[in-house]
């Protein structure tokens, strides 16, 4: 089983819709939460951080349960230029290392 | 300013050969770290250095890889007798220290794409 689990995808939702990506992560040890957003044939760049109280970054929305080991991102009003993978990434108690999840492709279309 | 850079940004060759892959953190990161990340995948820890030791070498996948930052700044991954499974992207990000110990954000460089023949 991998650590860090997420739907890959596709999604292909129409402009203006709401999309939810979640995933799961199986270290419950694991200390700090992300997203990153990664373009095709470009590096990962932080989207936001992921806190148990919730946050929120203008139509980006992120929600944490630590009891289910469960993460969430909420994208209000898709616009294509939200078209890109979206990564959860957890990083563990003892080590600064990142562990991804395979990604969700999202596609906004016109 | 200068993100993290990494050369060659593209890299053929072929069947046990050995390649040397750099990389250039932001300037002042103490933090620097090796991914690689395969087609379809997320990215996959390699290796973690804290100044110009190895804090974390745990996700080397063999002895056939290696990793130095003899400075304590750029930082050089090795591949010897390279295999057509070590083809990928290979990533360097860095993080400066943040606030009680943790560490910052972790900056990807643009990676290099290593194709083995």
């Known amino acids: 089983r991998k650590e860090v689990e997420q739907d890959p995808g596709p999604f292909n939702v129409p402009e203006g819709a709401t999309v939810a990506f979640n995933c799961t992560y199986s270290?419950?040890?694991?200390?700090?939460f992300f997203w990153y957003r990664q373009d095709c044939r470009k590096e990962p760049k932080l989207l936001m951080s992921v806190y148990s109280s919730g946050n929120e970054d203008g139509r980006f929305t992120a929600q944490l349960n630590r009891a289910s080991q469960y993460i969430s991102l909420l994208i209000r009003d898709s616009k294509l230029s939200d078209s890109a993978t979206y990564l959860c990434?957890?990083?563990?108690?003892?080590?600064?290392?990142?562990?991804f999840g395979t990604g969700t492709l999202l596609a906004v279309q016109p | 300013g200068a993100g993290v850079s990494q050369t060659p940004s593209n890299k053929v060759t072929e069947k046990g050969k050995y390649v040397e892959l750099r990389c250039d953190p932001i300037?002042?990161?103490?933090?620097l770290y090796w991914y690689r990340q395969s087609l379809g995948q997320g990215p996959e820890f390699l290796i973690y250095f804290q100044g110009t030791g190895a804090a974390d070498d745990s996700g080397l996948p063999n002895d056939r890889f290696f990793a130095v930052r003899p400075e304590g700044s750029v930082s050089t991954l090795k591949i010897q007798r390279t295999e057509r499974g070590d083809s990928a992207v290979y990533l360097c990000?860095?993080?400066?220290?943040?606030?009680?110990?943790?560490?910052?954000?972790?900056?990807f460089g643009p990676g290099t794409r290593l194709t083995v023949l």
């Open positions: 270290n419950s040890a694991s200390q700090s």
């Open positions: 300037s002042g990161h103490t933090a």
């Open positions: 990000a860095s993080s400066s220290p943040g606030r009680g110990g943790s560490y910052d954000t972790q900056y």
């Open positions: 990434v957890v990083r563990g108690g003892a080590t600064n290392k990142l562990i």
